[in-house]
Structure formats: C-alpha cells, structure tokens
C-alpha cells in the first residue's frame, strides 16, 4: 500500500505524530509498529518519503560511511553493490524496508507542520499542518540535521542572469555541457559532484573558502559472490558490520587524538597534486577533523585538470554574468552552483512547549536538550538526531536508533504507569549539559581551529556528540524515568530521584 497524499483539511486523532520521513522517521515508525503501536502517523512536507536521500540527487551523490554500517541494524541488505552505497541504491532501500515494514499507509505526503502547542490540560500536543489540525499524545521531530540548504549571503545572488541551484535542489533538466560552470564550496557534496560534472563541462571554476582534509575512499563493487554469501550467512554480513562499525570508530579516535591521519592526508595530496602553487591551495591550516573529513580519491586529482580553475580570493559580489572576487576579478559564469552546505539542525517552528515558548526562544543562550532526545519544558516531545547527536565520523543512524529505542521504551513506560505525559526535569537536563560542554571544549572541532556547520550553536559549542557511539548508546539503552517528571490528567509525579542513578557521560571516553 502507497503513502497517502494529504488531503482535504480535516482534524484527526492519532496517539504518536511524526515530523520526517526521513530515514530517521520511518526508523521510528518502524519500531513503533515492531512493538504493536500502531496509532501513529508520518507527517512529510514533500511529495515523497526518503529526507536528504530524496533531496540529494546531484551526480556523485553516496555515503560516505560503509554501506554496511549505514543501514538500519534490524534491515541489513545483503544487496549493497558497493563499499559506499550511491544516493539512488539508499534511497530505494529506505522504501523498500519501509514498504516491507508496512509503515506506507501511516505517511501522509504534503502535509507540512506548521505550528503545535502542547495542550497541559488535555494532555495533548495540537498540530496546525498544511493539511489541517492533528491531535497527537506524544511528538516526534525527525526533520534531518542538514535539511534546509544554506545559500550564500553574498550580494547580488538574485542578479545573476545563468542558471543557479543549490546541489540539494539539482537541476536535472540543466543541460552543462559546453557551459561555463562556477562551484562554490569544496566540502563533501561538492566533492562528489565535481569529479562527475567536470569532463561534460568547458570550463570548470570552483571557489574555495578554506581546503578541507581529505581521506581515502577505496569503494569498490561488491560481487555477487559476497551478496549470496551475506544472504546465506546472515552471522557473516553482521561480522562485516561489526569491522565497519570498528573503523569508524578508529576513525574518530585517530582524529582526536593523533595527527597521523593528517601526514597521510599531506602524502596524498603530494601524489594527487603536482603543482606546487594548487597544492598549497588545498593544504588545510587547521586540525584535521574539524570539519567534516573529504572521503574521496578522486576530488583532488579533477582540480589539475586543463579546465578546471581553483579560485581561492574572496567572493565578494554576484553579478549577473558571474562571480566578483576579492581581486578585482570578474569570473563569467553560465551556471553557478551552491554546494555551500546545510543550515544545521534546525527546528520546527513555531512549536509552543508548556509554557508557550519557542524552541528558539528557549535556546536563545544555546540549544540544551537532554541527549539530543528530550527538552525540559515540552512534554511528550522527542526528537530525532537532536542537539549533540551529530558525528563526524561515523553513521547517524547508530545514534539516531539509540534514541529511537529510548522512545519506544519511555512510551510504554508511561502505559504501564498509567501517566499521559513526562518531560525531562529541568536539573537533569542542567547537569547533563553541563558535562557535554566540558566535554565539548576539549574536541578538535572546538580547539582545532576552524569553522563549519558543527559548530553552529548560538553558545559556540558543538551539534556533535563528544564522544563515541558506544557511550551514548549505553546511556539510552534504559529509559530512566527518575529523571523525568511524569504526569496523569489528574495530577504530576516529581521524579523519584533526579539525575542521581545516571551520571551524564559516565563512560565517555573522547
Ligand atoms: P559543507 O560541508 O558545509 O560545505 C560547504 C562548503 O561551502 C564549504 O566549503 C564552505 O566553505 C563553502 N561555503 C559556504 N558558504 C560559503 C560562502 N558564502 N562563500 C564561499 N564558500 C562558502 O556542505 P556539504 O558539502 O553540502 O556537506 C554538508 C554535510 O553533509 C557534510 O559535512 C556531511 O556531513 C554531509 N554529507 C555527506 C555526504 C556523504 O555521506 N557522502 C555527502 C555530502 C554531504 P567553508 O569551509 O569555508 O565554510
């Protein structure tokens, strides 16, 4: 059965709202029907199900974590066709699972959220949707860290007269060969999309702001041979996981607390790069890791090639022929393209939590969740790949399960106890977040001296989470509902004892 598309305004009741069919989102729904609740619905705003595995379509679009290891741990595909799943093979394997799962009927397309207030006295969370009203018990947020494209503030940007896109919104009916085509950015979506668009092209200008680390891909295609094995021997595909899940995890460590990577990286450059005056272009001044690390073996090599220019001035205006820079120069352009990346974690609004604030308004001084899942303030309300849930080093979705079997597990909690509601108490929360940034501040993306979308929290810390996967699975591997205040229509439960059985980040390690 298909996902529905929304349609005439109408209120409806339903026990659990889910904002994204993401991949994040179906997950949820996923496990919600996997525990026998069934009362649930998937709000998407687009027209398909699928998040930034819909939206990403440019050319070159894959992971960038081993296929493997990005998959659903309870839906492994034996079917991957190589170490580094492209965007099509993802996508079409979050509908499958999601289809195999009969998730499908409980999507409503098109339905956009927006507004909600959180109702105290009926203990119920009012969504206001471009499809109409919807009553829900609890509400889960599932939007996607890196879901609303970040365009340049640069003057001029309406002006120009060629064509423009960002590479989350790829203009497939573009035609590019023979054009004049400018990039900005080199982060990882440019860095696929580039080596791809470059031989149809005449001439190739790519502005970099700052050279990112780079590390080697090595994808290959998996055979057949292996896929039979992984659907004859299940135990064997999970032993790949497990070694995926290890390297990444190495990964993270080598980044943190080695430069060794970075010596690698330089060698590379050096082979890939034979031009002096391009390789210290794309030499980074920073730690590696700090941003988010380039996987590729093919990006570096493209920008020697005759027709591509790597401008590094500073971008000052748009005109309508092209792109101004720094120098005086003028770079005409017949398309230009925004790989400049995604305002990260953002937050549906306006979303009024007990007491009629914003999420904003509350994270004015800084966003402060309790593991990225729960906010004091908004009861019944969780979110997926919340504050300090993203990584840099390994896949999203182990954290983003964590938080998802936290979920399931706090919903019929609540059922057993009889309550309506619970809401993280304001102390846990306060000494929870009070660890994470000291834990933060000792973190490469915090000392190592640059700038990206991980750090982009009003109080200047991190969106990442400060450690390994291990730790904060372990830490939401129970509900603990002694720190949370739980509710019934009638009356409220304080919690038993606030915060003293966890300590917050007690096994971290970074
Ligand atoms: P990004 O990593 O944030 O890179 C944006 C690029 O645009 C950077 O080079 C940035 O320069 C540049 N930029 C932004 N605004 C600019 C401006 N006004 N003028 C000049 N340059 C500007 O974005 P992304 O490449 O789309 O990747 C975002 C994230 O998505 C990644 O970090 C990764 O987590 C995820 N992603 C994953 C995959 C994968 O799994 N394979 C693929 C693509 C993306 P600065 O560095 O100077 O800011």
């Not at 820079?325 to 398309?335: F, M, P, Q, V, Y």
């Not at 990584?391 to 597990?409: F, K, M, R, W």
């Not at 372990?474 to 003293?500: I, M, T, W």
């Amino acid at each position: 059965m298909c996902p529905t598309t929304a349609g005439l305004s109408t209120t409806r009741e339903t026990r659990v709202a889910i904002i994204g069919a993401g991949f994040s989102g179906l997950g949820m729904a996923i496990r919600l029907r996997q525990a026998g609740i069934d009362d649930f619905l998937v709000l998407e705003r687009a027209a398909d199900i699928g998040g930034t595995w819909r939206d990403n379509s440019y050319p070159g679009c894959a992971v960038d974590v081993k296929a493997h290891l990005y998959s659903l741990s309870f839906a492994p595909n034996a079917d991957w066709t190589e170490t580094y799943a492209s965007q099509r093979e993802i996508w079409d394997y979050i509908k499958r699972v999601c289809a195999e799962h009969g998730v499908l009927p409980h999507v409503r397309l098109g339905a956009e959220v927006r507004s909600g207030l959180w109702d105290d006295a009926a203990q119920r969370w009012r969504l206001e949707t471009s499809t109409g009203v919807i009553e829900a018990q609890f509400l889960v947020s599932a939007i996607g860290p890196l879901s609303e494209p970040a365009l340049p503030e640069t003057p001029g940007l309406e002006s120009f007269e060629g064509r423009l896109f960002h590479s989350a919104q790829w203009d497939h009916n573009h035609e590019l060969s023979g054009k004049r085509v400018g990039v900005i950015g080199t982060g990882s979506s440019a860095a696929q999309f580039i080596p791809k668009i470059q031989p149809t092209v005449e001439k190739l200008t790519v502005f970099q702001r700052t050279p990112h680390w780079t590390f080697p891909r090595m994808n290959r295609r998996i055979t057949k041979l292996e896929q039979m094995l992984y659907r004859r021997f299940p135990a064997l595909q999970r032993a790949v996981r497990a070694r995926q899940y290890l390297y990444h995890e190495f990964l993270g460590f080598m980044v943190q607390h080695s430069r060794l990577l970075e010596a690698v990286a330089m060698l590379r450059l050096r082979l890939h790069v034979r031009d002096p005056e391009l390789r210290t272009k794309l030499t980074p001044d920073y730690r590696m890791g700090c941003k988010r690390i380039v996987v590729s073996d093919d990006f570096h090599p493209v920008l020697m090639q005759p027709n591509v220019d790597v401008v590094t001035e500073k971008i000052v205006e748009i005109s309508p022929r092209g792109v101004l820079t720094a120098d005086g120069a003028e770079h005409a352009l017949d398309t230009l393209i925004l790989g400049t990346g995604f305002r990260a974690m953002p937050v549906v609004d306006p979303l009024r939590g007990r007491d009629g604030d914003t999420l904003t308004e509350r994270w004015r001084e800084g966003r402060c969740a309790y593991y990225g899942t729960t906010v004091a303030g908004f009861p019944n309300y969780f979110m997926l790949v919340g504050p300090n849930t993203a990584t840099g080093h390994t896949s999203v979705l182990l954290y983003a399960e964590a938080q998802i079997g936290y979920i399931v597990q706090a919903l019929q909690y609540l059922e057993r106890h009889q309550k309506t509601s619970l809401e993280v108490a304001e102390s846990a929360q306060r000494f929870f977040n009070d660890h994470l940034r000291r834990k933060l501040k000792r973190t490469v993306w915090l000392t190592g001296g640059c700038n990206s979308w991980y750090l982009n929290d009003p109080n200047g810390t991190s969106v990442l989470w400060p450690g390994y996967t291990w730790s904060f699975r372990k830490a939401l591997r129970r509900f603990d509902a002694e720190n949370y205040v739980l509710r019934d229509a009638a009356r409220c439960v304080q919690p038993g004892h606030a915060h003293s059985t966890r300590r917050p980040l007690a096994s971290q390690s970074s």
